[in-house]
RNA sequence: GCCGGGGUGGCGGAAUUGGUAGACGCUGCGGACUUAAAAUCCGUUCUUCGCAAGAGGGUGCGGGUUCGAUUCCCGCCCUCGGCACCA
């Protein structure tokens, strides 16, 4: 230990004292427990930017402090090496995919070990290597054979930019989920996931993680997943005898002010029946152009004008046996329910938007409760009512209550026959078709004669060719590549063509985590003994912006791995944290803007890392926000967290040779002065506070109170050369918990300071430094001040021992000279005092 | 529109879940050391009145419960995020 604090000196000497020693290496161990610390794996963009130094940095607090707390940790990092921008890159500048991948991967590898982030580098696992993407291709073929992965066509979410498909997830709101652009709609063939059969676990098994994800994310998940219920009924065709519309509803209790029945342009039953269709001259051009409208991208949000077109057919309402008009409309989804509606337009303001455009009849049937007495208003309907109430004009059910009867209506559906209770969600089938070369090919084989046959799991890996020019035009670049393509069928050996789209990039992230407990396994993703020690993951640590796309896929993966025998839970993560996102100003602006090469306001952690040192940059990012805000990055900030760690690193240089001097028992310390016992009150109260606050995710007011530690021994007034033995024992005491307090927030000045005490080279975990033992009875303070109010109002503060009973404090109040100030000549009504904590007098007049 | 999270000094944020509001840090201001600067250290920094001791006000707004409310309840306002023709 120098005498001077220089990071970069001690930074590197303790990345190569972890690297040559293998600190972070883990495997199973039967007498520890296990702790499974996990960040999303990062996309290899050549360079780390500011919330990848934020998710890690938390990530490795974590496993530093459960490790100090002995802890069997696994902390492994990847990367998710498949993806567009090697692609780009590719059609650009000719630079071939991998080769540029590799190259990004061993840059920012370098950075994320000048971060010294505590990972367990023989774990590392790379998405677009084959020894990974094998696996990718081993899990579709088992979904295959359970009928979990599909093929069909039907429009899909295609983004123009991108020049390829995209799931739901990654094109909510209309937009690109990587380059942010409208998508389009267009019908194209795909591999499909069956996530749908997973949409009620999905929703159910919410409950095992609810205490240890955020309310938002399960929120988001919830929504997307979108459950409603309800019921299908059925209208006769009035045109073709025996043939029925299905509509869904969830608002059967409105059935009598059906006045019409909508269908999607895409309705089997038009297309089946387009030259019985009485309007057949307005409706053909009414399917063109809806669905050219859907083609379209649009805006985010925008919400089409209401069209539609009377097809002249005629449907029977179930309940009353009226006749009602079937319409064509483009509001109605063919992806959602069944693709029809009843349209109410007194009860549901679509369809009152509708009726009113094109005229048509708009009924009350459900009367407000909240109206009294007046169960049937009259006059025409100014908007559509969509709250329960009672029903009205319903024939045998009017007068029931409208919520009641939901149930009850559906069930004599049921009984007749023209209907059933029913569950509709909004989740669909996960796409995962890519028109793209830079993922893992899907293992299926197209044979004339056998049709569509599974790769054999012994031809696995699929393997991507290497030399492949890739253009950027046309369908996938696979499909030019006669060499990979032209196969001979598994089956028949005859002629046939290999599959030539990948796979989502998200197929990778949904298990890699189970891959770190076994990454070199070449018989099975992840061995069944090893994944049940180290999954589930106790902690992850991430991005919001992955809430409904990588984290609902993993939860899903998960289930199917449980399904096929591989893990033994429903749930892959136990406790999750999203944190915040780092931003920073836009130069003469008063924006705060998330950090960003094209915004102009990114940071480069590498030029941090060099002016101010791992350690300070570390802190900074943990200290200036709690890990769920939004982070702003300032420069004075980073300041403040080199000052504190110099000031520590001088605490520690100051005394490091006397308290070597210092006994090493307790007993042997002799009395302890006021002043040392003060601080020995502070170094254990810091205890307390860091292990409620650590578990409690609160790494900002952890290092809050380091900082009061520090500042504590800083006011210690004894000098070294002078102290007596007591003294040196609590300054020991006191330096050696700070150090080991602060190595997860700066581990390599940590190491360097408990060289420096212990004097020994083995480093933390080499010397098996443990996280500081807290004992109360230290923590306790010998006296008390205790505020006294009057009438809620603080008058003045007495002294009190802790244990002083409650008499004896409302004594010491009452007799305060500045309490009787305010006491005196009035009626004292009642006196309230809390122990160790206040107390407060009541009076009149 | 629906769902969810938030509103506390100049700023980031604390407050042991009903008990001293503003911990810790940043910034600013004043000072020490220095020929000077950097670095470091000390003081100060919610607000109003006051030379001071002290007194009043204060956690988005209005009510309520309570000896006591940033915290609980009712009614508003603002703001951020997600979803959005989902029947």
Redesign the pocket.
């Known amino acids: 230990m120098d005498e001077k604090y220089f990071p970069e000196q001690i930074e590197e000497k303790w990345q190569a004292h972890w690297r040559a020693t293998d600190a972070f290496a883990s495997a199973p161990k039967s007498d520890q427990p296990k702790f499974y610390c996990l960040e999303m794996l990062p996309y290899p963009s050549g360079f780390l930017h500011m919330g990848h130094v934020r998710n890690y940095s938390i990530g490795d607090a974590l496993a530093w402090y459960k490790r100090l707390q002995g802890f069997n940790v696994l902390h492994p990092i990847g990367w998710d090496s498949f993806g567009q921008p090697a692609e780009q890159a590719a059609i650009k500048r000719g630079i071939n995919p991998r080769v540029w991948t590799e190259d990004n991967i061993a840059h920012m590898r370098g950075q994320l070990q000048r971060l010294g982030i505590s990972y367990d580098w023989s774990r590392e696992i790379f998405a677009h290597r084959p020894e990974y993407y094998r696996w990718d291709q081993w899990f579709f073929l088992k979904m295959f054979e359970r009928g979990l992965a599909y093929k069909k066509m039907t429009p899909v979410n295609w983004c123009p930019t991108c020049e390829t498909t995209l799931s739901n997830e990654q094109a ?3 937009i690109c989920w990587r380059c942010g652009n409208p998508v389009e709609k267009r019908d194209i063939v795909q591999w499909f996931l069956r996530i749908t059969d997973y949409a009620e676990q999905l929703l159910n098994d919410m409950q095992e993680i609810e205490a240890g994800w955020p ?2 994310v399960l ?2 998940q919830r ?2 997943i ?1 459950r ?1 219920e ?1 019921a299908f009924l059925d209208f006769a065709m009035m045109d073709f005898p025996g043939e029925k519309i299905r509509v ?4 059967i209790d409105t059935i009598y002010g059906a006045t019409a029945v909508v269908v ?1 342009a895409e309705h089997p039953l038009i297309a089946a029946h387009v030259d019985k269709i009485p309007n057949r001259d307005a409706v053909e051009p009414f399917i063109v152009l809806v669905k050219a409208e859907k083609a379209q991208a649009k805006a ?2 925008a ?4 069209l539609g077109v009377d097809t002249g057919l005629r449907a029977i309402n179930p309940f009353s046996g009226e006749e009602v008009p079937v319409w064509i409309g ?4 063919m ?3 069944t ?1 029809a ?2 349209s109410v337009p007194g009860h ?1 303001e ?1 369809d009152f938007e509708f009726a009113t455009k094109y005229g048509m009849p708009i009924r009350r049937v459900i009367a407000s409760l909240a109206a009294g007495n007046e169960v049937t208003p009259r006059g025409p309907m100014a908007a559509a009512m969509t709250e329960y109430g009672v029903m009205i004009n319903s024939q045998e059910w009017s007068g029931t209550r409208s919520d009641e009867a939901k149930r009850k209506m559906s069930v004599f559906a049921q009984e007749h026959g023209f209907g059933e209770a029913a569950v ?1 969600y ?1 989740l669909r089938d996960w796409g995962i078709s890519r028109q793209r070369f830079w993922g893992a090919p899907i293992p299926i084989i197209y044979c004339d004669s056998c049709g569509t046959v599974p790769v054999p799991e012994a031809d696995l890996p699929v393997r991507l060719p290497d030399d492949v020019k890739i253009t950027g035009v046309g369908e996938s670049p696979l499909a030019s590549v006669p060499e990979f393509f032209n196969v001979t069928c598994p089956t028949c050996g005859g002629v046939a063509r290999r599959e030539t789209d990948t796979m989502d990039t998200f197929v990778d992230s949904s298990w890699y985590f189970f891959r770190y407990c076994d990454p070199h396994n070449t018989d099975a993703p992840v061995g069944k003994e090893i994944a049940a020690y180290w999954t589930p993951v106790d902690q992850y640590i991430g991005g ?1 912006d992955h809430a ?1 796309m990588h984290l609902l896929y993993t939860r899903f993966w998960t289930k199917v791995m449980r399904d096929i025998g591989l893990v033994p839970f429903n749930e892959p993560v136990k406790r999750l944290m999203t944190q915040g996102m780092v931003t920073n100003l836009i130069e003469g602006t008063n924006d705060w803007k998330r950090m960003s090469k094209s915004a102009g306001n990114g940071v480069d952690p590498d030029d941090m890392i060099g002016a101010f040192g791992a350690d300070s940059v570390r802190l900074f990012v943990l ?4 890990v769920e ?2 982070l ?1 990055w ?1 420069e ?2 980073i ?2 967290a080199k ?2 760690l ?2 520590v690193y001088r605490h520690v240089w100051r005394w490091r040779a006397s308290i070597a001097n210092a006994p090493g028992e307790e007993s042997a310390a002799g009395d302890f002065s006021a002043e040392a016992r003060s601080l020995r009150r502070k170094t254990h109260q810091t205890i307390a506070r860091l292990t409620a606050d650590m578990d409690k995710f ?1 790494l ?2 952890s ?2 109170a380091l ?2 530690l520090s ?1 504590e021994l ?1 006011d210690f007034k004894v000098e070294p050369g002078a102290a007596a033995a007591s003294d040196l024992y609590a300054v020991r005491e006191a330096l050696q918990a700070l150090v080991i307090m602060l190595t997860p927030f700066a581990p390599h000045i940590a190491e360097e300071m408990w060289a420096g005490l212990t004097g020994s080279n083995a480093g933390l975990l080499g010397s098996q430094a443990k996280w500081p033992a807290f004992n109360a009875e230290l923590a306790v303070k010998e006296e008390l ?1 205790i ?1 006294v ?1 009057v ?5 003045s ?1 007495i002294i009190a021992a802790p244990d002083a009973t409650k008499e004896a404090m409302e004594a010491a109040a009452l007799a305060d000279e500045k309490v009787r100030t305010y006491t005196d000549g009035k009626q004292i009504v ?1 006196v ?1 005092v ?1 122990p160790q ?2 107390v ?1 007098i ?1 009076v009149k007049g």
Request: glycine share 14%; aromatic share 8%; proline share 4%.
């Open positions: 909510s709101g209309g309310e938002r929120t988001m929504n997307w979108g409603s309800g869904f509803t969830t608002r999607a985010p949000g919400e089409e004008e209401k483009n509001y109605v989804l992806e959602y329910g693709g509606v009843m549901d679509r509709t909004r919001i409904v200290f200036a926000a709690p805000n939004e702003r300032q004075a900030g300041d403040g000052r504190f110099q000031r609160q900002n007011t290092i809050a900082m009061e500042n800083g001040e505020p109010q009438n809620g109002k603080l008058r503060r009642k309230v809390v904590r206040l407060n009541v």
